[in-house]
């Protein structure tokens, strides 16, 4: 299944797209991120790491693409047997900017993560973070 959230907010794309790069920052404004395990701080295509999420669950990911000047990146995230990708996009909109995050991954999966991913997005696009 495929679920797209776009979700707008006053910070300069500059400032939501160095949130995205930078994945020390991610548990930031992120809620159910605690921590990010990763050989580098910025993500690359390529870039393997762990996201600690509640209850100290690991998850791996692997950094698929990173266009810095579309602002556009993918990653590939697997827990067990559940293997979801996530597209993200940042893009200037009046007063900020429109991030969009397109999610594939099995229905479950796509619908329980869409309320924590919105909630994600909207601190990730707030100026006053």
Do not use: K
Not at 75 to 91: E, I, K, S
Request: proline residues 9%.
């Amino acid at each position: 299944m495929r679920a797209t959230i776009t979700v707008t907010g006053d910070a300069d794309p500059s400032v939501a797209w160095s949130r995205y790069e930078n994945v020390s920052v991610w548990s930031t404004w992120s809620p159910q991120i605690q921590e990010v395990i990763s050989a580098t701080p910025r993500i690359a295509p390529g870039l393997n790491g762990l996201v600690v999420g509640p209850l100290g669950v690991r998850v791996p990911f692997e950094v698929l693409t990173v266009d810095p000047e579309a602002m556009e990146w993918s990653w590939n995230v697997r827990f067990g047997p559940v293997d979801a990708t996530l597209d993200h996009a940042v893009r200037a909109a009046p007063g900020g900017c429109a991030t969009e995050l397109v999610i594939d991954a099995p229905a479950f999966v796509a619908v329980g993560y869409r309320p924590l991913a919105a909630l994600a997005l909207r601190r990730l696009v707030r100026s006053d973070l």
